[in-house]
């Protein structure tokens, strides 16, 4: 399998190279040449499978030769060890053709972890074998940077810095990144939004000096294998609704986009999928650009789901490479009018290609918390602020389909907004019980990215 980026100017790569090579040097994301299908009897064979089979089926033909299939599937085993849940991504009925599906039951509560381990297992192996040394650099709006942590923490071929914005992150999250004490694990909180973090990460990936000097790897959705393993439990919960002989929707609270776009594979691979429901809170580019086709940034407002404060969605560049039928000039052009002017409007034929895939809405912080409190009373579900936002636009696209929402975090990370909108305080499971008793270690940083790179220079000694 090859992979090519987005903007069609880069080195078309492996599976392997575009693991460790983050973003594409055209400054583009990478995607599989063609997308592999299953058909629906290979489907139809997941009904009982486990989540980890399930995992080899979808995930196996984009990898090619990278792993044999019995290290592929040892990384996979490795992977979800860990979970606390034997379904990996159990699935709870909310209402009527309305199902919840928990992503939460990984190490750091939240469904980054799905991908971050099976990262973490990938690029162990794979450095081990080439005995090469990376840097990772992660920008975060708290989830993806404990996830990455947790998987990396330790690891020799590995230093791992995760830029989040400064008071910006749930003390949950927080926490989550500052206490591993592992000397490989570098958290730098930036001053200003989480935006201000991804373009920083995307200014180095550009800086080839850099780039090349310190190794740099990227854990975010930028590395096409995070969106990969995300794929999988599209598959799982569908299959378990009747799959392929039925056809799902799906709601998802989104901000960075990799998510849902991990749907939208599910989708292309054959699940028959019949709408993907974007879900944002108030910073609702992506729902004002399913309405109007034109997208324009604003600056990010602070919300009580914090994780989803995106203004510049890293991966709809991937929807548009399909929305414009694969032409690399014309996202690149897209791309460049939003560096150069915060907007872009997108043309007719693609605008037409994404309503007839993706549907949205947009969800107030006052409607966030009622639906918190409602799910709680009503449905006996505690839920977190963006798993709720989920569920508030889900509600509004109920039909004669089964809707599956992804309940994305655990409530026990964002207690502060659970506990005013139910009244219950949602408690850490036991084994992070004493998060609060930890010392914390962080480094506070300008959002400017030529401290942030002397920062990583001189830890790392390059
Ligand atoms: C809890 C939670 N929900 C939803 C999202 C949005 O997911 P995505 O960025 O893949 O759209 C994130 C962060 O990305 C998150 O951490
Ligand atoms: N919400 C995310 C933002 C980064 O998204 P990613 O999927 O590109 O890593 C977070 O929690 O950090």
Redesign the pocket.
Known sequence: MRYISTRGKAPVLSFEQAMLTGLARDGGLYLPETIPTLDADAIRAMRGATYEDVAFTVMKPFIGDTFTDAEFREIIACAYAGFGHDARAPMVQLGPNHFLLELFHGPTL?F?DFAMQMIGQMFQKALSRSGERVTIV????????SAAIEAFRGLDAVDVFIL?PNGRVSDV?RRQMTTPSEANVHALAVEGD?DTC?AAVKDMFNDFDFRDGVRLAG????NFA?VLAQVVYYFTSAVSLGAPDRTVSFTVPT??F??IFAGYIAKQMGLPIETLVIATNQNDILHRTLETGAYTTEGVKPSISP??D?QVS??FERALFYAYEQDGAAVAAEMDSLKATGEFKVSQGAYEALKSTYASGRVSEAQTSAMITRAQAEMGELLCPHSAVGVHVAEAHLGATPMVTLATAHPAKFPAAVEAASGHHPALPPRMADLFDKPERMTELPGDVEAIKAVIRERIGA
């Open positions: 939240a980054k992660g920008a975060t709006s708290g989830d993806t940077g989040f999250q989480f991804q854990v975010n959705s930028i995070r901000g960075n990799g998510d994780s989803m995106i890293s991966n």
